[in-house]
């Protein structure tokens, strides 16, 4: 049996889509430890995956979305500066230099036979390449994919040059500070240095939640790159959910994720909601409880927590804040999204979701009770958003990421290798053709090595 190594930044939205490849290695008898913050040691024990005890990098992270949660985004930069000395980029390198030493002490100690890490966690990919283990690189969606350049592609084609200068007017300059440090440690080990900050150079693959049904054809993508579909869990904890509640009604699923909900916003949907033709379950985790809003319409339920997956299978429309696990679980079940983007990577996934014709981008500025309630009766009388939703999920149920992500660590135990795929050969890993792809990639490997 192999030994695993994962590596993330505390956030949900990073951790949740690799702990259905953990349970798949440690179902099959691996072991799998993860090093994170130890605030996520909660979540890794619930799933039965052992925490490194003795590792702790990301407090920058844990920070945001504290304030994030409690709707406190505008004090984020400040704070951050006050508590870190560092900006809202330069927090991804926060103690770097320790946090390094700290991972390659755990790999001294588990000697892991590959790692799995977060592509904003370059503690680790830096950590593996020092000690010359092979590390596949998750991506939590699709900004946090490496490229040929600086910025990706979207929709098959280069981000505008307005929208380029844009970004690099609001994070250039801490962009740059961010890579030279990377550069700066990296010569200290005597590793090659990184082009971007994405881009690692010796990274063995790099994996996205994702698939073809949703991804558009792109040149600019690395060749170690694959598409192993949505991470979405069959298995969740037992949620207590009034199902008698639903009477037969269309569903429609409201949801911000563990860090964008706002009150504001949930106003706004409850009023959309009253006297509508459909009934809304809305989920505000721990922020908020059902008791902090009066006379609710008869067909408005709110509940801190839902089970999910379970909950999905009835639901006939999701409002969501656009985040990768939300959007892949709502697209695997072919439902129509309505999203209300709150960051650069949601905007991103919103727009994809539109030009598929799943979806509906409704900015937050414009998410009022009207819009929502127009946008809803949209997505539940125009067959075209059904249609659309139903050509991801297709391919998405065509996909198995737990087991197709085990595979790919599990094969890099054996073949050490970057996975280079072919030029003719498309990203995604479908059920029935990872391994297929992974020898034609290992062969294109191999004569590279020779040629």
Same mark, same amino acid.
């Given at each position: 049996?192999?030994?695993?190594?994962?590596?993330?930044?505390?956030?949900?939205?990073?951790?949740?889509?690799?702990?259905?490849?953990?349970?798949?290695?440690?179902?099959?008898?691996?072991?799998?430890?993860?090093?994170?913050?130890?605030?996520?040691?909660?979540?890794?024990?619930?799933?039965?995956?052992?925490?490194?005890?003795?590792?702790?990098?990301?407090?920058?992270?844990?920070?945001? !979305?504290? #304030?994030?949660?409690?709707? +406190?985004?505008?004090?984020?930069?400040?704070?951050?500066?006050?508590?870190?000395?560092?900006?809202?980029?330069?927090? *991804?390198?926060?103690?770097?230099?320790?946090?390094?030493?700290?991972?390659?002490? #755990?790999?001294?100690?588990?000697? &892991?036979?590959?790692?799995?890490?977060?592509?904003?966690?370059?503690?680790?990919?830096?950590?593996?390449? %020092?000690?010359?283990?092979?590390?596949?690189?998750?991506?939590?969606?699709?900004?946090?994919?490496?490229?040929?350049?600086?910025?990706?592609?979207? !929709?098959?084609?280069?981000?505008?040059?307005?929208?380029?200068?844009?970004? +690099?007017?609001?994070?250039? =300059?801490?962009?740059?500070?961010?890579?030279?440090?990377?550069?700066?440690?990296?010569?200290?080990?005597?590793?090659?240095?990184?082009?971007?900050?994405?881009?690692?150079?010796? %990274?063995?693959?790099?994996?996205?939640?994702?698939?073809?049904?949703?991804?558009?054809?792109? *040149?600019? #993508?690395?060749?170690?790159?694959?598409?192993?579909?949505?991470?979405?869990?069959?298995?969740?904890?037992?949620?207590?959910?009034?199902?008698?509640?639903? /009477?037969?009604?269309?569903?429609?699923?409201? *949801?911000?994720?563990?860090?964008?909900?706002?009150?504001?916003?949930?106003?706004?949907?409850?009023?959309?909601?009253? /006297?509508?033709?459909?009934?809304?379950?809305?989920? *505000?985790?721990?922020?908020?409880?059902?008791?902090?809003?009066?006379?609710?319409?008869? !067909?408005?339920?709110?509940?801190?927590?839902?089970?999910?997956?379970?909950?999905?299978?009835?639901?006939?429309?999701?409002?969501?804040?656009?985040?990768?696990?939300?959007?892949?679980?709502?697209?695997?079940?072919?439902?129509?999204?309505?999203?209300?983007?709150?960051?650069?990577?949601?905007?991103?996934?919103?727009?994809?979701? %539109?030009?598929?014709?799943?979806?509906?981008?409704?900015? =937050?500025?414009?998410?009022?009770? #009207?819009?929502?309630?127009?946008?809803?009766?949209?997505?539940?009388? !125009? &067959?075209?958003?059904?249609?659309?939703?139903?050509?991801?999920?297709?391919?998405?149920?065509?996909?198995?990421?737990?087991?197709?992500?085990?595979?790919?660590?599990?094969?890099?135990?054996?073949?050490?290798?970057?996975?280079?795929?072919? /030029?003719?050969?498309? &990203?995604?890993?479908?059920?029935?053709? %990872?391994?297929?792809?992974?020898?034609?990639?290992?062969?294109?490997?191999?004569?590279?090595?020779?040629?």
């Amino acid at each position: 049996m192999s030994t695993f190594l994962f590596g993330c930044i505390p956030a949900s939205g990073h951790i949740n889509p690799t702990l259905g490849i953990a349970r798949q290695l440690i179902s099959e008898g691996h072991t799998v430890i993860y090093a994170t913050h130890p605030a996520m040691k909660e979540t890794l024990s619930r799933e039965g995956i052992s925490i490194a005890e003795d590792f702790s990098w990301g407090d920058p992270a844990l920070l945001f !979305n504290e #304030l994030m949660a409690s709707d +406190r985004e505008k004090e984020i930069s400040k704070a951050m500066k006050a508590r870190y000395g560092v900006s809202l980029v330069g927090a *991804t390198v926060y103690n770097l230099e320790q946090g390094v030493a700290d991972f390659i002490h #755990l790999i001294d100690k588990w000697r &892991p036979d590959v790692c799995y890490i977060d592509s904003l966690f370059p503690v680790g990919i830096i950590a593996s390449e %020092v000690r010359n283990i092979p590390c596949v690189v998750s991506a939590a969606g699709f900004v946090y994919l490496a490229a040929q350049q600086a910025w990706p592609y979207f !929709n098959g084609k280069k981000i505008s040059f307005f929208f380029r200068m844009v970004i +690099r007017l609001m994070y250039g =300059r801490e962009a740059d500070k961010v890579l030279r440090r990377l550069n700066i440690l990296r010569r200290q080990y005597g590793l090659p240095l990184q082009q971007t900050f994405m881009k690692h150079p010796r %990274v063995a693959a790099f994996l996205l939640y994702s698939s073809a049904g949703m991804e558009f054809k792109r *040149t600019d #993508l690395l060749p170690q790159t694959f598409y192993i579909g949505p991470a979405v869990s069959l298995t969740e904890k037992a949620i207590p959910f009034p199902w008698d509640w639903l /009477d037969g009604r269309p569903v429609i699923y409201f *949801t911000m994720g563990t860090v964008y909900i706002r009150k504001t916003l949930i106003d706004h949907m409850i009023a959309a909601a009253k /006297d509508a033709p459909w009934q809304v379950v809305i989920s *505000t985790g721990r922020t908020y409880k059902a008791t902090d809003w009066n006379d609710l319409p008869e !067909n408005v339920l709110i509940c801190e927590y839902v089970p999910q997956i379970a909950l999905l299978d009835k639901t006939t429309v999701v409002v969501t804040a656009g985040g990768f696990g939300t959007v892949g679980q709502a697209a695997m079940k072919s439902i129509p999204m309505v999203i209300i983007p709150f960051s650069i990577d949601h905007y991103f996934t919103a727009k994809t979701i %539109v030009i598929r014709k799943a979806g509906i981008l409704l900015p =937050r500025k414009r998410a009022t009770a #009207l819009k929502l309630r127009k946008a809803i009766d949209i997505l539940l009388n !125009n &067959p075209v958003y059904e249609c659309g939703a139903k050509a991801i999920g297709n391919d998405f149920s065509c996909c198995d990421a737990a087991a197709t992500g085990a595979y790919v660590l599990k094969y890099l135990v054996l073949n050490r290798h970057p996975l280079y795929r072919p /030029d003719d050969v498309a &990203p995604t890993l479908y059920k029935d053709n %990872v391994a297929e792809v992974l020898a034609l990639s290992s062969r294109r490997q191999f004569l590279r090595v020779i040629s």
